[in-house]
């Protein structure tokens, strides 16, 4: 992308906003839908592989009407491999981190993404990392064990140790995306990595098949459908509106997962989580901030996998 591309862009914070909070409560629905579908004997290999087929259609229509046919030629198609793999065992991890632990306690550790983030570009990448981005890493971890109380024994710890997995997957994958993103549009990028999971999870979902009811594939089609719009809305947001004005959007998943889960009857979220939740929240806002203040590249979605 150019600096021209960037100028040229219609700059329309408030339809940002908006289109980055549906992507959000879409995302929301889709997670809590694949704790449901567990419920009903959907094991992980199934939501991921249907999440992907049911909206793979959906990508593909939307790249056609803005990039155009010509703009799925791949290129680098190794890291796009690399990409598909860390975006699918990251969607996988989170679909079960949702499973093992309230909706809400899951999407408050998946906000801890921007902080592996920051550890890994400054290990991985060797980018400069100072003391007030590790300051906010601190104070990250400490919302988390606030949130944990690992001492009290609230949630599972090897639910606890999934989404915290899950959060590292999804900062790997945000890595490897700044990279695709100086070659490929979002919505290419989006495209190949649906069509390319399609081959691993095609190999293996034989072995994992089975029939449902017809409730339980109403669900899988409305996981696979709202998260394709979901990825839609996500990268549309960005066509008007740059990460720091849309990225605050991504911390609401605390009040829809609470309220989703309330709604199937999970219970409200004990004081520690909110505590732990804003800490975190703080950490990662702030670690976005000094990035934008440094020219970098932000970890975008940390409250959620990134859509491209």
Request: proline share 7%; aromatic share 8%.
């Amino acid at each position: 992308m150019t600096a021209d591309d960037t100028h040229s862009r219609p700059h329309r914070p408030m339809l940002a906003i908006g289109l980055r909070l549906i992507a959000v409560i879409c995302l929301s629905v889709m997670f809590v839908g694949g704790r449901i579908a567990a419920n009903h004997g959907v094991n992980i290999v199934e939501t991921v592989f249907y999440r992907q087929l049911i909206a793979m259609p959906v990508v593909f229509v939307a790249v056609l009407l803005t990039s155009g046919a010509s703009s799925l030629r791949p290129h680098r198609i190794g890291v796009h491999a690399s990409r598909m793999m860390a975006g699918v065992i990251g969607m996988g991890l989170n679909f079960l981190s949702y499973i093992l632990l309230p909706p809400a306690e899951a999407a408050a550790i998946g906000f801890t993404m921007p902080i592996f983030g920051t550890i890994l570009s400054a290990l991985v990448l060797r980018e400069a990392t100072g003391i007030h981005r590790w300051s906010a890493v601190l104070l990250g971890f400490a919302g988390v064990v606030v949130m944990i109380r690992p001492d009290a024994g609230h949630f599972p710890m090897h639910g606890v140790l999934v989404a915290i997995a899950a959060a590292i997957l999804t900062a790997i994958t945000s890595l490897i995306l700044r990279e695709l993103g100086r070659t490929n549009p979002p919505g290419v990028t989006v495209f190949w990595f649906t069509v390319l999971s399609m081959g691993p999870l095609g190999i293996i979902m034989p072995f994992f098949a089975q029939s449902h009811d017809g409730f339980t594939w109403g669900l899988l089609v409305l996981i696979g459908t709202i998260g394709g719009l979901a990825q839609l809305c996500m990268t549309a947001a960005l066509r008007f509106g740059p990460v720091a004005t849309v990225l605050p959007m991504d911390y609401s998943a605390i009040i829809w997962t609470t309220l989703l889960g309330a709604a199937i009857g999970e219970g409200w979220p004990m004081a520690t989580t909110w505590i732990g939740a804003v800490l975190i929240i703080a950490s990662g806002l702030y670690i976005a901030w000094r990035e934008h203040v440094r020219a970098i590249p932000p970890i975008v979605s940390p409250a959620i996998p990134p859509p491209d």
